[in-house]
């Protein structure tokens, strides 16, 4: 079974899959960094209806795209969306580059993103390297550094470009986007399948000569303007269902006979993973401060962690800090008149793991509050307001009570 017929008959239904629109394939590669498929979906399909265009996007309220994105977290990356749709809209008349380079240029679009977009929207065969791809050719070639290795990321991404090179068959560059929409992965033809080019291949084949048997076996057809796009994609797609971090499927694997890592049974040794840091623990209190039907909330200043979004009046403390009237009077200018634990929210962010400890704060006469930047908030309101994830399950408990 070719690599591409295995996407074929494989590959999920998703739904910027069923368009070729650089727009909506931008979107998607950028929400799904450092976030679940299942997750994105939604957001991408409720993304799409309210700012269908990079023009919406461009003129768009930081309120709005801030709400659009609320749960998805590392909000600097829809900032710089919006940032690179108005650097479209002023100096691309509107129309997303085709070229790679200038792709590369916009704001928030790294090495991956822009290789994604220009391999899956416009054809071209530029090289990807997520980390479903890194795992899938460090195990098939057997490479055993760190991915996250300057040397070895080298390595890799040297790979790819070989291997989609390969994949395409054409040394030049289509400047054009194949027509909208894209059609449905072309099927294998029988008899060239990959485990018929494997059995001829040596155990020991150089890089070069695997790439060549590699590509020989799983490309679609050379003549297809789609086989870049359907190569980068079966590796991505690959790596998310089968040649998964733990438990692969190799038994059903369309790489598994040329592949190191499962011949030489090291298929859980690659690829090699940094040692990991402890955790560190942080604790944080978090004040539901209600006066009537009105609750004090703040936005976080630009320039910040989790920048532009809302959230109740918090501090950090120390771990073993047990007064919550004095860290109200410390954040609030004085102690509420009435003071009683509400929940405790607990997350993780990066290599911190959180505890948000909340209390419910009955307010007295509101010119004693004294916290910059703090608003009262009808609380029909806070539903319009944009949080970051742990004060939204504070909003939500307060829906539900």
Request: hydrophobic residues 40%.
């Amino acid at each position: 079974m070719r690599l591409v017929a295995w996407f074929d008959g494989n590959a999920r239904d998703l739904p910027w899959r069923r368009t070729c629109d650089p727009y909506g394939i931008w979107v998607s590669e950028i929400m799904l960094q450092q976030t679940q498929v299942k997750t994105v979906i939604p957001y991408w399909e409720r993304w799409m209806r309210e700012l269908p265009t990079i023009a919406s996007l461009a003129r768009a309220s930081s309120a709005k795209i801030h709400k659009l994105w609320e749960g998805l977290g590392y909000y600097h990356r829809v900032r710089n969306m919006q940032r690179a749709a108005q650097i479209i809209e002023r100096d691309h008349r509107g129309r997303f580059p085709t070229e790679f380079e200038e792709v590369l240029k916009l704001s928030g679009i790294g090495r991956y993103t822009a290789g994604a977009i220009c391999s899956i929207a416009f054809g071209q065969p530029r090289p990807i390297l997520d980390g479903n791809v890194a795992r899938v050719l460090t195990r098939v070639f057997g490479i055993e550094g760190d991915p996250t290795e300057k040397e070895t990321k080298t390595t890799l991404w040297a790979l790819a470009e070989d291997l989609v090179r390969e994949a395409v068959g054409e040394p030049e560059l289509p400047r054009e986007a194949p027509p909208c929409p894209a059609p449905p992965a072309p099927r294998a033809k029988a008899g060239s399948g990959v485990h018929r080019a494997m059995a001829s291949q040596k155990s020991q084949a150089s890089s070069a000569s695997r790439i060549r048997a590699l590509s020989q076996a799983n490309v679609v057809s050379l003549a297809s303007p789609y086989a870049a796009s359907m190569f980068n994609q079966a590796l991505m797609e690959l790596g998310a269902l089968v040649c998964s971090p733990r438990e692969p499927q190799c038994a059903v694997c369309p790489l598994a006979k040329v592949c190191i890592a499962f011949r030489d049974s090291r298929v859980s040794e690659l690829p090699a993973r940094p040692a990991r840091r402890s955790p560190t623990r942080r604790r944080f209190m978090a004040f539901v401060v209600q006066h009537g039907n009105q609750f004090l909330v703040r936005q976080r200043p630009a320039g910040e962690v989790n920048a532009h979004l809302w959230e109740f009046p918090n501090l950090e403390v120390g771990l073993d800090d047990g007064d919550p009237r004095g860290a109200a009077r410390r954040l609030l200018g004085r102690a509420p008149l009435k003071l009683k634990p509400f929940c405790t929210v607990k997350h993780t962010i990066t290599r911190y793991c959180i505890t948000l400890e909340v209390f419910h704060a009955q307010a007295g006469p509101l010119q004693e509050i004294k916290l910059p930047g703090a608003h009262w908030a009808r609380a029909r309101l806070l539903d319009r307001l944009a949080f970051s994830s742990a004060h939204k399950k504070i909003v939500q408990r307060l829906s539900a009570d």
